[in-house]
């Protein structure tokens, strides 16, 4: 196509902001198209591959897995968007007595009950006057309504922080490598800078205070303005949960260099291990004494984790302590120019999971029974896919003792690393793409998260349903010993 | 407070991104701040003003008024949330049997009927193939559902457009004034360049070519080079339909010239005028017989307007033709990057409102009464408040042809320009307070939408239920005059 002076087709990859090429996001990468592709040729040629389903372990939706919905929840969201059956005496029959005074408490709380009206920027007060409650009742310190901007999920929560954050490439961001490439991508998309500071395989994931200081001082040492850090608890694609030791050594840090705390706790409810529990970090500043002129922190949620795994709502909320209102206004309208207003599913949904049934309530039963077969569900098939992978040879896989992934180390034979070459693909991408082939099972190259150089991984998340499990265990066994004799290097 | 080096509350309104600072967005301005503490004084104190509540005439959200939500609509996105009551034999009495057939539709095009799980980024694809056949049906032109992106409303979808076309402050915009401001808050975001193009009040809000031309080559002059063209159809603020001879004009000038048209059609349902007929651009287009390879055309579409009004559902679309498949990948990207997702409630909203009920259905004849009820309500509304405002004195209004807005502008008297000068406000915004403080009828001053310099306005929507309107119209007449005597200029 030669370049006509002038006109539009000139809208082409050369032509468009650079700042968009430049961003990758690895969970959406060449692995995906190539599932797609395979997930057309089985619904051709159903016998012409080897395996009769793709399994999309590479993204954390649960329900996309077969996850049930939490049954209150959505009773609720379905009588706040149609109240009119709310006085049907049907509705009785069809909905617990619960689920049907606590959507007329939500609408009662909505200027006008009008769930079809913008809400304002930050979000409807009474809902985060629940939230803030909520948060109350998990960290036994207070939270004011006030510091609640309600989101459509995680990702706009990031977003927002790095517009307000990042003026240009000499502001940076410290991040965890492995890191979720929401960050990555929202850096590079907002023109700033990513200081990585790198988790311990070693030990469990750990955050080793000492790495993350020589990285700031070496970031800062080019001239970079080091603004936030950011920390995932429990860390995502690691699955480790913070010490509370840790946590408290991260709090002094970003109090003594002046950063952010971006913490991102999405997965706060999904803690498998039995020796683990989940702090916030709020919960952990005030602990440590801390109150809001010493430290700005960020504690991000969503509704698309936990054992609700509700991703296509999208509901959340940052909880933004440590900054004065002006600046929270800014906040507020970045959410404004950007998305106008949050979409009202979600913040009736993130307020529900803020203040879910207690015992007594007609819905509890239910409730409980669907969140902890939900939660313990996980943990079994964590363990197991966990026990899996070590037991395959050049695997070693860390614990998840939250969140919904595992990322085992593959040491691939130099044969391996040649042939990956060879197709001008990492040995990390090129492992996963042969696994996808011979097995449909969906799993992201570490390189998409970033690794130690020259050690190489995959994500894959523990949300395949329970029943599934063996079968993707005898696959993978199967898959791996066959690629190890393929590429077994003689000469070593 | 002394800055003290290196502490996080070093985040203030210095350390902040610029473009953020730089970003205004009227509808939210101080006028609505000024709205908020009389209704808090209202609640407090209800008898210490002249009025006994604030009508919000500021923003389009026609459910915060009181308008009703389309029946059927809601039921198909209740049962959708709620499937399990697809089956109960109550759900028959309180659901029409098309919004039980239509829900099961639905969930049938969604993978696995998980509502609750991520969508791809483009939006799910049975639903964006529904989408298209009502754009065919709309337009009697073929749309591919791979040219539809959904999204969460129409603000998102202008965001993604800037964000793929400004590189940097040299790319421009061409942009209607008066205009809605989110198309200057988002262009300052994103570091761009507004290019004006002035509306011509006198006829009607018309736009003339010559007058975008004649800006564009301005702005090339001065070495920008204008990406696109912004049309709002129907207008916002201006509430004009444009003449079907015009839009072709826009249509080969934007050929000739090389700029991707934006066509924000977000009120496309939203037309009172009986003269006027809305065509949208994409028919406008393959009517004149262009093809996707001779122009660059994004149609945006939304839920929050028409006469459906769900604005708190954030659904939409974006129908993008004329640009590469890889560009259309980079488009998505941005999407995922901001959003991670669309919210399934808004895609299947946006379903529904491309194809409702039809003649023949259950739930035909109420769907049309509503729908039909809420337009013509509309329309009266409209013609009322335009015959107020220009009955008086100083006061011209050009129709509401469409949209939902008038734009009246006000001849004021020097002395009030003066008096507003004084407290350093527009002499727009002073007359918008004044209006505020003695009626309790916020609006938006003309200033936040851009006028020509020594004109000005203000936005007034046509939303407020119609046994309100004979009092607004009182109010505002009685508020006018006493204003225009206490303002009135001696010395001319």
């Not at 960290?139 to 989101?151: V, Y």
């Not at 097995?439 to 150089?453: D, L």
Request: proline share 5%; charged share 20%.
């Amino acid at each position: 196509m030669g370049s006509v002076s002038g006109l539009s087709h000139e809208v082409t990859l050369q032509t468009i902001n650079p700042k968009v090429l430049k961003c990758q996001y690895a969970v959406l990468g060449a692995i995906v198209a190539q599932a797609e592709r395979l997930q057309e040729q089985l619904k051709q040629q159903p016998s012409s591959l080897s395996f009769d389903e793709i399994l999309y372990c590479n993204i954390g939706s649960p329900q996309a897995l077969g996850q049930q919905p939490i049954t209150f929840f959505r009773e609720v969201l379905a009588l706040c968007y149609h109240p009119d059956i709310l006085d049907g005496s049907e509705t009785q029959g069809l909905f617990s007595g619960d689920s049907i005074r606590r959507a007329l408490q939500i609408l009662n709380q909505i200027p006008g009950r009008a769930v079809g009206a913008y809400s304002m920027t930050q979000g409807i007060k009474g809902l985060r006057e629940t939230i803030a409650a909520g948060i109350e009742a998990r960290d036994g310190f207070p939270s004011n309504a006030n510091n609640i901007i309600l989101t459509d999920g995680a990702t706009p929560a990031v977003h927002m922080m790095m517009q307000l954050l990042l003026r240009s490439e000499q502001d940076g961001i410290l991040c965890p490598i492995p890191l979720y490439p929401l960050y990555s991508a929202s850096i590079a998309i907002h023109g700033g800078t990513l200081v990585p500071y790198y988790l311990d395989e070693a030990t469990g994931w750990s955050l080793n205070i000492s790495e993350v200081k020589s990285q700031l001082e070496t970031a800062r040492s080019k001239g970079i303005t080091v603004r936030a850090l950011v920390v995932i608890n429990p860390g995502n694609p690691t699955g480790q949960v913070l010490a509370l030791e840790n946590q408290k050594q991260i709090v002094e840090f970003c109090k003594i260099e002046g950063l952010v705390l971006l913490a991102d706790e999405v997965y706060q409810e999904n803690v498998y291990a039995p020796d683990k529990i989940f702090y916030s970090f709020k919960k952990v500043v005030r602990f440590m004494g801390y109150q809001e002129k010493d430290i700005a922190l960020v504690s991000i949620h969503s509704v698309s984790k936990g054992y609700y795994g509700e991703c296509g709502k999208r509901g959340g909320y940052m909880e933004v302590t440590g900054f004065s209102a002006d600046v929270r206004e800014q906040i507020c309208k970045i959410a404004h120019v950007y998305l106008c207003s949050t979409n009202i599913t979600g913040q009736i949904l993130t307020s529900l999971v803020m203040n879910p049934p207690k015992a007594g309530d007609a819905s509890y039963e239910l409730y409980s029974a669907e969140k902890n077969g939900i939660l313990s569900s996980l943990a079994r098939r964590a363990k197991t896919l966990e026990d899996a992978f070590n037991n395959l040879e050049g695997m070693t896989c860390n614990k998840a003792e939250g969140a919904m992934y595992l990322f085992p180390r593959i040491n691939l034979p130099q044969k391996a690393i040649k042939a990956a070459e060879a197709v001008h693909i990492t040995p990390d991408a090129f492992y996963v793409s042969r696994l996808l082939e011979e097995t449909g099972i969906v799993v992201v190259p570490g390189s998409g998260f970033g690794q130690v150089p020259g050690t190489w991984h995959f994500r894959c998340t523990i949300l395949p349903q329970e029943d599934k499990i063996p079968a993707i265990v005898e696959r993978v066994t199967t898959f791996h010993k066959k690629f190890m004799d393929e590429f077994y290097d003689e000469n070593v």
